[in-house]
C-alpha cells in the first residue's frame, strides 16, 4: 500500500464546477504540499501546509493532520486547470525528502 | 529571484550509452538539491538529494549515480544506460523545510 494515496486518478468536469482532490496519507508527517503538472511537463508547487487552509486566487488546500487527509479544491474551475495534481508529504524523520502520490489527472471541458 | 535550470530539455541515447544531466540554480546558496525521475504512467520517484557540496544522499539502487561539484550545480549521470532508464528527469531545490521549486525537466527516451 503506497504512504500516500490520492483520489479519483482521473477526474473530468465541466467549466465552472467546483473541483475536490483527495490525498491521504498513513505516516507521520511534518509537511504537505500540492503540485501541479501541465502537460509539457514542468511542476509548480502550489501549496506547502502542515494545518488548516491555504487559498491563493481559487484554489483551496486544507489538511486534517488528526484525520492525515487533505483536500485540494478548485472554485469556478477553467480549461486551464487541466492538469495532472501531486499531493507529496514529507515524512517526520525522513530528512528532506517528499514521497508522492500518482497524481489526479484533471481535465475541464469548455 | 531563484531561478533552476535543466538541461537538455529533450535526450536520445542508445542502451549503453553514457548520460549527464546537468541542473543549476541561481540566486540562492547553499540550497537543497533533488533529482527525481516520472517513468511513463507513473508517480514522482526521489533519485537523489543533496544538503550541500559533495554530500549525496541515493533513495534508489541503480546504474545511476549524482554528484554536487559546485553549491549551485547537480548533476545526474551514469555508465551504461538501460532500457528502463527512460524517463522524465527533474531536479529541484529547497531551502531546508521549505517549498520545493521544479525545474523544466529532461526528458530521456532510450532506444
Known amino acids: 500500500k503506497n504512504e500516500v494515496e490520492q483520489s479519483p486518478q482521473n477526474l473530468t468536469a465541466q467549466e465552472g464546477e467546483f473541483i475536490t482532490i483527495n490525498c491521504s496519507y498513513s505516516?507521520?508527517?511534518?509537511?504537505l504540499h500540492w503540485l501541479q503538472q501541465h502537460p509539457g511537463g514542468g511542476i509548480v508547487s502550489l501549496f506547502m501546509?502542515?494545518?488548516g487552509k491555504k487559498k491563493h486566487g481559487r484554489l483551496i488546500a486544507t489538511i486534517n493532520i488528526q484525520e492525515k487527509h487533505s483536500s485540494l479544491h478548485i472554485t469556478a474551475s477553467h480549461p486551464r486547470d487541466s492538469a495532472v495534481y501531486i499531493c507529496?508529504?514529507?515524512?517526520?524523520?525522513?530528512?528532506?525528502?517528499?514521497?508522492f502520490g500518482t497524481g489526479t489527472r484533471l481535465t475541464i471541458i469548455p | 529571484s531563484q531561478t533552476i535550470h535543466q538541461w537538455p530539455a529533450t535526450l536520445v541515447q542508445p542502451v549503453g550509452s553514457p548520460l549527464s544531466l546537468e541542473c543549476t540554480v541561481e540566486?540562492?546558496?547553499?540550497?537543497?538539491l533533488y533529482w527525481y525521475r516520472q517513468a511513463a504512467g507513473r508517480g514522482l520517484q526521489l533519485l537523489f538529494y543533496?544538503?550541500?557540496?559533495?554530500?549525496i544522499s541515493s533513495e534508489v539502487p541503480q546504474n545511476l549515480s549524482a554528484s554536487r561539484p559546485q553549491d549551485r550545480q547537480f548533476i545526474l549521470s551514469s555508465k551504461k544506460l538501460l532500457l528502463s532508464d527512460s524517463g522524465f528527469y527533474l531536479c529541484?531545490?529547497?531551502?531546508?523545510?521549505?517549498?520545493?521549486?521544479f525545474g523544466p525537466g529532461t526528458r530521456l527516451t532510450v532506444t
Open positions: 501546509l502542515s494545518s
Open positions: 543533496s544538503v550541500g557540496i559533495g554530500q
Open positions: 505516516v507521520g508527517i511534518s509537511a
Open positions: 507529496a508529504v514529507r515524512i517526520v524523520g525522513g530528512n528532506e525528502k517528499l514521497t
Open positions: 540566486g540562492t546558496s547553499n540550497p537543497n
Open positions: 529541484a531545490w529547497s531551502y531546508s523545510k521549505y517549498e520545493q521549486y
